[in-house]
């Protein structure tokens, strides 16, 4: 419970290199940065972790450029940042429209990217963007920088291929050729956690991601195929059925997950039904 906090330590690294000598050397520790739902678990009590690293204040996290063909988004690049930055808006209009429609303005200027990234909830909005976007996670420890395929970072219900000593320091993306697409179905258009959320891409061949469906974001990789090959609206979305497994929670359930999916894919498949699209 709440009386608990003055048991838990925090420790406020300068700078990343700071950081990160405290991840390899003090033993577990918890990143934490805009805390949009770190503090929700605090306040109900259902934080296991008590020992924290504090990154809010290190600006080599943060930042928006490209470079060559690669757009390069810092861990602490800001929902509000996004939704404000040029190149965002002209490069992944997805992504600044998902970046509106999470929370309100408080949630906006603090949520991250890469704690949305970190946070490895099924239901995170920007991470379909950033699977059809075939985003690289950079990860970075002591022991040097690797680059993760986004397909491939999540292992499971909030898990990631992230070890303890590592941090998100950025997430790297490819120019995106083609239509981009972005829809959040939730209880309100806004400040809610989704119920479906689903991005897509229109170039010479479909990509597709949806979120809130299975235990991870799923790319769905058969029904690109599938409509690369001829694939009908139909015929997309049983394919597509095979692909997701929504469970029924609080917020919805598995038939209504299921129906709004296939909805989705349909009106992105429409072009007169776009939306967010460039």
């Known amino acids: 419970m709440m009386a608990e906090v003055r048991k838990r330590e925090l420790l406020r690294p300068r700078s990343l290199r700071e950081a990160l000598r405290m991840l390899h050397n003090e033993g577990a520790l918890t990143p934490l940065a805009g805390c949009t739902d770190l503090y929700v678990s605090l306040n109900f009590g259902t934080l296991a972790q008590m020992r924290f690293v504090d990154l809010w204040r290190l600006d080599e996290l943060r930042g928006i450029e490209r470079r060559g063909n690669i757009l390069r988004l810092g861990a602490l690049t800001t929902y509000s940042e996004l939704i404000r930055s ?15 429609e999470i929370g309100g303005t408080q949630i906006q200027n603090r949520g991250t990217l890469g704690g949305n990234v970190a ?29 993760v395929p986004f397909a491939s970072f999540f292992t499971g219900y909030r898990r990631t291929l992230a070890r303890p000593d590592e941090l998100i320091v950025a997430l790297e993306i490819p120019t995106v050729a083609g239509r981009q697409w972005f829809r959040k179905v939730g209880t309100r258009a806004a400040q809610a956690i989704s119920k479906v959320v689903l991005a897509g891409v ?47 929670d609080v917020r919805s359930t598995a038939e209504y ?21 460039r």
């Open 86 to 100: 040029p190149i965002v808006d002209r490069e992944l209009p997805m992504l600044a429209a998902a970046a509106r």
């Open 119 to 147: 946070n490895a909830s099924p239901a995170g909005d920007t991470l379909p963007i950033l699977a059809v976007s075939d985003a690289l996670v950079e990860l970075r420890s002591v022991k040097g920088t690797r680059r």
């Open 202 to 248: 229109r170039g010479s061949r479909p990509r597709i991601a949806v979120g809130s469906v299975a235990p991870t974001v799923v790319r769905l990789t058969k029904t690109e195929a599938a409509l690369a090959g001829g694939a009908s609206i139909p015929e997309a979305q049983q394919v597509m059925l095979t692909e997701i497994a929504p469970i029924d």
């Open 257 to 277: 997950r299921r129906r709004v999916a296939l909805n989705l894919l349909a009106q992105f498949l429409e072009p007169a039904r776009a939306k967010h699209g």
